[in-house]
C-alpha cells in the first residue's frame, strides 16, 4: 500500500464548519506536506512540516505531526464552499529522493 | 516567475503510438519530478531528474517509459507504443536545488489513449 493513506477517503461538511483529514505513513520521514487540488487542476502546495516540528499553521490551516505515531492532520477552519478539493499529504523519506502521495480525501463544502 | 510549464495540457494518442510530454521547470529549479494520476487515485512517483542525470527512476515501468531532463530545455517524458491502461494525468514538479524543499506542481497533461 502507499506510504500515504488519507482518511477519511471523502467529508462532506457545511460551509462555517471545520474540516480535519488525517494522514497515516510507514516510514522516517524528513518532511510531509498536504497538496490541494482543484477538480481537473494541478497540484497546489499548502504547507510543510518537519519532522522535527509539532504544529504549524497558515491562515486557516492547521497541521499537526506526530511522529511517533507516524501521523498527521490537517485542519481547515471556518470551512468555505471554495475549500471543496481532494487533499493530498504527501512525505519526503530520509534517505530517499522521491515525494510519496496518499490516494487523497475528496472534501465538499456545502454553501 | 512564470510557474512550472507543461504542454499539451491534452493528448490523444491512438495505441501503438507514441506521446510527448514536456515539462519547463521553474526558473531557477533543477529538480524535476514527475508523477502520474490514475482516474480517482493518488499520484504516483515515476521519476526524478536533475540537469542530464536521472536521480531515481524506481517508479518508471522499465519498458515504454522514458525521461530525460537535457542541459537545454525542457524535461520530456516519452511513452512509447501507448496503451490505453497509459490514459492518466501526467503531473511535472520541479524543486530548488536543495533537498527538502517543497515542490511546485505543473497543470499536468491529461493523455487519453483511444
Known amino acids: 500500500s502507499q506510504q500515504g493513506e488519507e482518511d477519511p477517503q471523502a467529508l462532506s461538511i457545511q460551509e462555517g464548519e471545520n474540516a480535519t483529514m488525517n494522514c497515516s505513513y510507514k516510514t522516517s520521514i524528513n518532511n510531509l506536506q498536504w497538496y490541494r487540488q482543484n477538480s481537473g487542476r494541478g497540484l497546489v502546495h499548502l504547507i510543510l512540516i518537519r519532522s522535527n516540528e509539532r504544529e504549524k499553521h497558515s491562515g486557516r490551516l492547521r497541521v499537526t505531526l506526530d511522529t511517533s505515531k507516524k501521523s498527521s492532520s490537517l485542519l481547515i477552519t471556518a470551512s468555505r464552499a471554495a475549500d471543496t478539493a481532494s487533499y493530498f499529504c504527501a512525505t519526503d523519506n530520509t534517505g530517499g529522493f522521491k515525494t510519496i502521495f496518499g490516494a487523497g480525501t475528496r472534501l465538499f463544502v456545502k454553501a | 516567475n512564470a510557474g512550472v510549464m507543461q504542454n499539451p495540457r491534452h493528448l490523444v494518442r491512438r495505441r501503438g503510438q507514441e506521446a510527448r510530454l514536456r515539462c519547463s521547470p521553474m526558473k531557477g529549479h533543477s529538480h524535476v519530478y514527475w508523477y502520474r494520476q490514475l482516474p480517482e487515485e493518488g499520484l504516483k512517483f515515476m521519476v526524478y531528474?536533475?540537469?542530464?542525470?536521472?536521480?531515481?527512476e524506481s517508479g518508471m515501468p522499465k519498458e515504454r517509459f522514458s525521461a530525460e531532463f537535457p542541459k537545454e530545455g525542457p524535461s520530456i517524458l516519452r511513452i512509447q507504443q501507448v496503451v490505453r491502461g497509459d490514459s492518466a494525468a501526467y503531473f511535472c514538479?520541479?524543486?530548488?536545488?536543495?533537498?527538502?524543499?517543497?515542490?511546485?506542481f505543473g497543470p499536468g497533461t491529461r493523455l487519453t489513449v483511444l
Open positions: 531528474l536533475q540537469k542530464e542525470n536521472i536521480i531515481d
Open positions: 514538479a520541479s524543486s530548488p536545488p536543495n533537498e527538502g524543499n517543497e515542490q511546485f
